[in-house]
């Protein structure tokens, strides 16, 4: 059993691809279990929702000092984690230590809109056996997003001096290559 990390930018499908796995492996008779983390809040408190549409209940909504190892022991094939990177890297380790019994398939943001990585995202570039990218193109140009440009209500662009924990959507990112996000002339895109 594997510990796998899928990662995306926002807008990337990272949630759509979860929900579609959850309900093929629930159809084939898989016994999954689908966790997000509670500060995850932004559509739903109890419900992954995908920009799509999908949504499905959450099984288990975890706060930052949630022990998920209680789940050792349960009957599952598979845990599914959405918005990852909100974990605790503790939390990663014990999501490994799970793989003993089942395949865990992590979905998140690999790096927050200052270019640095999340700590649970860094646990589990360290620790995954499998890391795959879902790829999106930039938003102002072809190129691969590969960041989140994060601009307040006025279009400024933010790249640091700002929580690093601050949800929001399409309202607040735009998933952009490097080129753009380098650019101080994205501004007049936005």
């Given at each position: 059993?594997?510990?796998?990390?899928?990662y995306g930018t926002m807008s990337s499908s990272k949630s759509a691809n979860l929900l579609m796995l959850a309900?093929?492996?629930?159809?084939?008779?898989?016994?999954?279990?689908?966790?997000?983390?509670?500060?995850?809040?932004?559509?739903?408190?109890?419900?992954?929702?995908?920009?799509?549409?999908?949504?499905?209940?959450?099984?288990?909504?975890?706060?930052?000092?949630?022990?998920?190892?209680?789940?050792?022991?349960?009957?599952?094939?598979?845990?599914?984690?959405?918005?990852?990177?909100?974990?605790?890297?503790?939390?990663?380790?014990?999501?490994r230590n799970l793989t003993k019994q089942c395949t865990v398939i992590c979905y998140g943001l690999r790096t927050?809109?200052?270019?640095?990585?999340?700590?649970?995202?860094?646990?589990?570039?360290?620790?995954?056996?499998?890391?795959?990218?879902?790829?999106?193109?930039?938003?102002?140009?072809?190129?691969?997003?590969?960041?989140?440009?994060?601009?307040?209500?006025?279009?400024?662009?933010?790249?640091?001096?700002?929580?690093?924990?601050?949800?929001?959507?399409?309202?607040?990112?735009?998933?952009?290559?490097?080129?753009?996000?380098?650019?101080?002339?994205?501004?007049?895109?936005?």
């Amino acid at each position: 059993m594997k510990l796998l990390f899928r990662y995306g930018t926002m807008s990337s499908s990272k949630s759509a691809n979860l929900l579609m796995l959850a309900y093929n492996y629930e159809k084939q008779g898989k016994k999954i279990i689908v966790i997000k983390p509670s500060l995850e809040n932004r559509d739903s408190d109890i419900n992954i929702v995908s920009r799509t549409g999908l949504f499905r209940k959450v099984d288990y909504l975890i706060s930052y000092d949630t022990n998920i190892e209680t789940l050792i022991g349960l009957d599952i094939d598979f845990i599914l984690v959405d918005e990852c990177q909100f974990l605790h890297p503790n939390q990663i380790d014990q999501l490994r230590n799970l793989t003993k019994q089942c395949t865990v398939i992590c979905y998140g943001l690999r790096t927050c809109f200052d270019t640095s990585l999340f700590p649970a995202s860094k646990r589990l570039m360290e620790i995954a056996d499998t890391i795959e990218e879902i790829k999106t193109s930039c938003v102002f140009c072809k190129n691969k997003a590969i960041i989140n440009l994060k601009y307040n209500t006025d279009g400024m662009i933010i790249k640091n001096n700002s929580s690093l924990i601050d949800l929001g959507g399409d309202d607040k990112y735009k998933s952009v290559c490097w080129e753009c996000w380098d650019d101080d002339s994205t501004l007049l895109k936005i």
